[in-house]
């Protein structure tokens, strides 16, 4: 199984931007899904971003970074990334990145998931 890990979260200010990287150990199948979900605390994790993996490379959003994030991989390093930009106090969370052979927005239709990392965004 293909483990997941994440880095680059941190604590930002109002505006700042900030680049999160997923690196997969392991087999990567062609035409699997890598998610980004986050998590606030006392609220429920959420859809935040996917990529086909393979020569399509299909990206999804959810509305609320739709236009300023960017997902993206590389391939060589077997690694996605999830650019965010313009970010707010809303967009604080635990970042958790995910597999599978499906695309879904629902979390509980994803069990390989990395440890997460913490993005804070305050003044």
């Known amino acids: 199984q293909v483990q997941l890990a994440e880095s680059g979260g941190g604590l930002v200010q109002p505006g700042d931007s900030l680049r999160l990287a997923c690196v997969a150990s392991?087999?990567?199948?062609?035409?699997?899904?890598f998610t980004w979900f986050r998590q606030a605390p006392g609220k429920e994790r959420e859809f935040v971003a996917g990529?086909?993996?393979?020569?399509?490379?299909?990206?999804y959003y959810a509305n609320a970074v739709k236009g300023r994030s960017t997902i993206s991989r590389d391939d060589a390093k077997n690694t996605v990334f999830l650019q965010m930009n313009d970010l707010s106090r809303e967009d604080t969370a635990v970042y958790f990145c995910a597999v599978g052979a499906h695309m879904s927005t629902f979390p509980e239709n994803w069990h390989n998931w990395g440890q997460g990392t913490q993005v804070a965004v305050s003044s």
């Open positions: 990529i086909r993996w393979g020569s399509t490379g299909t990206t």
């Open positions: 392991g087999r990567i199948i062609e035409g699997d899904y």
